[in-house]
């Protein structure tokens, strides 16, 4: 019989429970972009750049698939807490003839539509030139990444999080031993570059998706029906768009953000992102702890509210905050202390190093806000609010941008990235004015 979350406050062990994994599986696509830029920032600022340029252009289309994957994984951890398991297999149906689609749609606008869009925003001509030759072969990602974020959705909704552990392992594994072999021609692979970073972490991918089906069918109980046919319910779909399209929205601007936050650096110069791409890949590994307790917040506020507990939300969400500041604290504190011995994993460009540890600084107090701010913002969207949510979002990036178009005309680097400050606090300031005085606890899905 099912355990409610309800019938007792919430452990620190069940949240870490749900958060550890979670934070294993969030290192997926990080481990990738920490790999990529370990190698690459060895062979020069150039490649460096252009596969953070073409990677994040790259995941501004894969944030749309990561939205609606928030949407499945709220009604999958709402029907969780209300005990309908066969219900499950249901959403997960519909969420699978979605991603198919998208993942088509996907690939063709990469495929169509890159050659016209890049050069827009990419100023240097070498940097551009190499990030074409990285997307030539990571677009083709799109296919398996789409279905990699509904498998984590699904898993995050039970909150059996194992698995996600087991892909990011596999991913791990993978990328490194190819980056190795193709980036620099070891182990009897050609020499490719730039373009051996993105075979490798396309494979990487497929591995993960592989993994993921392989390993849904042989554990996930036969009472969630994942693997029964189903009755195409439109309506069905519908519902779960309706939740799910604010959250892909949601998840189109912040990113679009994030890519228009690089772009304005690059064209402060080579120097500027050069040092924008280490601090970014530093910066990814920081946030991993906050992230995931942010995605436990948001399945446990939606599995509280199924279960008709919507008053027990904000004390378990003031005790995930604990947890997530405790966790993110060891992490910024070796960044403050050594920031040298971090930056020069990345390369010995001296000059690059010294530029570096500004920012480093920066971010590692954006990390700390962040801790908490994101975990109040996924709650709202864990209410299935997700209009509101994408509401809020849109207003905080509208200033994010501004700060970042004027600091990077005028002030030196670590003052655009303080932007993060900006974003942090205000979306933590609203989102939990929204938590503790909106009406959500008899919102149904």
């Keep these: 019989m099912l355990k409610k979350l309800g019938e007792l406050p919430v452990s620190h062990r069940e949240i870490w429970r749900i958060a550890v994994p979670i934070m294993l599986g969030n290192m997926a696509q990080t481990v990738i972009t920490f790999t990529d830029t370990a190698f690459l920032g060895h062979l020069g600022t150039v490649e460096l750049s252009a596969s953070m340029m073409a990677g994040l252009y790259y995941f501004v289309f894969t944030t749309i698939a990561m939205g609606f994957a928030v949407g499945i994984q709220i ?85 059996h999080t194992n698995a996600i552990t087991y892909s990011t392992i596999i991913m791990a594994v993978v990328n490194i031993f190819l980056d190795y072999g193709l980036i620099f021609g070891n182990f009897g692979f050609p020499d490719m570059g730039v373009g051996g970073a993105a075979v490798a972490s396309l494979s990487a991918e497929i591995c993960a998706f592989t993994f993921f089906w392989i390993y849904t069918w042989l554990t996930v109980p036969k009472n969630y029906g994942l693997f029964v046919r189903h009755r195409t319910d439109f309506r069905l779909l519908g519902n779960i768009l309706g939740v799910a399209f604010p959250s892909m929205l949601q998840r189109l601007f912040s990113f679009g953000a994030w890519f228009v936050f690089f772009v304005l650096i690059e064209k402060m110069g080579e120097t500027a992102i050069g040092v924008s791409s280490l601090v970014r890949s530093v910066y990814m590994v920081l946030i991993i702890p906050g992230f995931a307790f942010a995605a436990t917040a948001n ?59 500004p920012v480093i600084n920066v971010i590692a107090v954006a990390t700390m806000v962040s801790a908490v701010s994101m975990l109040f913002f996924e709650a709202v969207s864990g209410t299935g609010n997700t209009l509101m949510a994408m509401l809020l979002e849109i207003g905080v990036l509208v200033l994010y941008v501004l700060y970042i178009y004027f600091t990077s005309r005028y002030l030196e680097i670590q003052w655009v990235w303080a932007a993060e400050w900006v974003y942090n606090v205000l979306i933590g300031l609203i989102a939990y004015g929204y938590i503790r005085n909106a009406d959500w606890r008899r919102k149904k899905l």
Excluded at 84 to 89: A, D, L, P, V
Excluded at 137 to 144: A, L, N, S
Excluded at 313 to 326: A, E, H, Q, R, Y
Aim: hydrophobic share 55%.
């Design 75 to 159: 009604f999958v951890a709402r029907r969780y807490g209300e005990g309908r398991f066969g219900q499950i297999g249901n959403v997960f149906f519909h969420g699978v003839l979605f991603v198919l689609a998208l993942g088509i749609l996907l690939f063709s606008m990469l495929f169509c539509l890159s050659g016209m869009l890049l050069p827009h925003f990419i100023q240097s001509d070498q940097i551009l030139s190499s990030a074409f030759e990285y997307l030539k072969y990571r677009q083709f990602g799109i296919f398996f990444v789409v279905f990699n974020y509904l498998f984590r959705s699904f898993f995050v909704g039970i909150s």
């Design 299 to 357: 399945t446990l506020t939606s599995r509280l509210i199924g279960e008709g507990n919507g008053d027990k939300v904000i004390p378990v969400l003031w005790k995930i905050s604990f947890n997530s500041v405790f966790c993110s604290l060891l992490p910024v504190l070796l960044v403050i202390f050594f920031p040298t011995a971090i930056v020069r994993i990345f390369t010995e460009d001296v000059s690059l190093v010294l530029s570096a540890i």
